[in-house]
């Protein structure tokens, strides 16, 4: 019987009484009512962790940063996020998404606010540090939930719907962030301290939404029916089980398997290019000449064009035969746009360049999330996941910290675009020779 068949007599009932399920219609219910809310609280934490990037348009003259000092204080964000990575996303294991994700969104809203009342880059990177700490988790533990709520062949489109969030972050955010920026003097408050108070505060009111939105599994939905819930969870359970017996589903599994540490290291290139780009890309803009809110709308563009493209290559990558080609294929085509970009002076051309190294990061990012959670289950999943996302963020404190370096010995960007494209196109040959599943045997 063929697969389109099969689905066409799902909803009937069987020869037993038993009601059958179409897997269509029920996965379907379940994107509309997860994700939309998964993606919102995506948007918020991403803003929450490149806003300073709008921020240090007039905060560093205030503060007396060195663009050493904010590129050092910016990348402390994963150092933070590096040292609780693992732990927060065993605690999501074992007390659940809702609860463990309304603590992390809360957390991170109250000290992303308290950045507003820096004084110096001590007070700055003390922030940074504990805005890390705070949000740790929250990424690794949507990738853990979705393996709570969608079986393989579901998975991969769940996770591009999910990274979506930010290109979103940066069309909406860019062009709010610089009009923010022009609000100096409201309620007695600098206009990058009315931004960053503003900017957290969504953080704050999803996180409490979470805890009566975001149910921890399928038998504790009350949108899903009777048979719904056990479908799909006899569904996960068969495919999880599967897993562990050829991958093992314990923590010390994914310690083990040489793919996870592979994987990781493709995931620091590719952070390391899209956080750099994303914090530093206001100033590079600054440089021809435009005010803080016209900054913010040309910022926004590469991110409109990489949205389009990240859910074009995400499809095509789902429809072809080895997805390790897709995803490093992207992350290649990123690195020599923006090598190109870095000897352009024309502002237009400069921009086309870094637009294709956006999007191309952005297709890289859509489609690389698959690969682990193929693989990976359980107290695996949990631990590799994690350790994936938290070896990954390392390039967000690498990248910014030594563009500020470079860029503070050279006075420009040239050489620090470079050094950001050899690292994407290292995580190129890390994902080819390294990610290719023969190797974990």
């Known amino acids: ?26 996965m379907k219910k ?67 998404a809702r609860m463990w994700i309304s603590r992390i969104m809360i957390s991170w809203g109250l000290i992303s606010m308290a950045t507003a009342f820096v004084v110096g880059p001590k007070s700055f990177a003390l922030a940074r540090f504990l805005l890390g700490m705070a949000e740790a988790g929250f990424t690794p533990g949507i990738y853990l939930y979705f393996t709570k709520w969608f079986p393989g062949a579901w998975r991969g489109k769940a996770t591009a719907y999910f990274l979506v969030g930010i290109p979103i972050a940066n069309i909406i955010g860019s062009p709010i962030s610089g009009a923010l920026m022009e609000l100096h003097g409201m309620w007695g408050f600098k206009g990058w301290q009315v931004l960053l108070l503003l900017e957290a505060l969504p953080a704050v009111v999803l996180g409490v939404m979470c805890w009566f939105l975001l149910p921890d599994s399928p038998s504790k939905a009350n949108w ?20 562990a017996a050829r991958h093992g589903n314990k923590l010390k599994d994914a310690f083990k398997n040489p793919r996870v540490f592979a994987l990781a290291g493709a995931n620091f290139c590719g ?30 563009f ?63 990012q859509a489609t690389f999330w698959a690969i682990p959670s193929a693989f990976l289950t359980g107290r695996a999943a949990a631990g590799g996941l994690a350790l994936i996302v938290s070896i990954g963020n390392l390039g967000g404190f690498v990248g910014p910290s030594v563009i500020g370096f470079i860029r503070q010995e050279t006075q420009g960007f040239t050489y620090p675009l470079l050094f950001v494209s ?20």
């Open 422 to 441: 050899a690292a994407l196109l290292l995580g190129a040959v890390i994902t080819l020779v390294f990610g290719n599943p023969a190797r974990s045997k």
């Open 271 to 300: 952070i390391l290019g899209s956080l750099s780009i994303g914090l530093w890309l206001p100033q590079i803009i600054k440089e021809f000449g435009l005010p803080s809110h016209q900054v913010g709308l040309v910022a926004a």
């Open 224 to 243: 899903l029916s009777k048979s719904e819930k056990g479908w799909l969870e006899s569904k996960l359970e068969t495919e999880q089980s599967s897993l």
């Open 1 to 26: 019987m063929s697969q389109t068949q099969e689905i066409k007599l799902q909803g009937h009932a069987s020869a037993t009484g038993e009601v059958q399920v179409d897997e269509q219609v029920t």
């Open 30 to 96: 379940v994107l509309r009512r997860l994700i939309p809310f998964i993606l919102l609280c995506y948007v918020v934490s991403y803003l929450d962790r490149i806003n300073v990037g709008f921020a240090a348009l007039t905060m560093n003259k205030d503060l007396g940063l060195t663009p050493a000092q904010f590129g050092l204080g910016a990348g402390l964000f994963f150092i933070g996020y590096f040292f609780f990575e693992i732990p927060s996303n065993l605690a999501l294991h074992k007390f659940g």
């Open 302 to 364: 590469p991110y409109v064009v990489g949205a389009i493209a990240m859910t074009v290559w995400a499809k095509l990558a789902d429809r072809g035969g080895n997805r390790l080609f897709f995803v490093a294929g992207a992350i290649s085509a990123a690195a020599v746009s923006l090598s190109v970009s870095a000897f352009l002076h024309d502002p237009l051309l400069k921009m086309l360049a870094i637009t294709v190294a956006v999007s191309s990061i952005l297709s890289f």
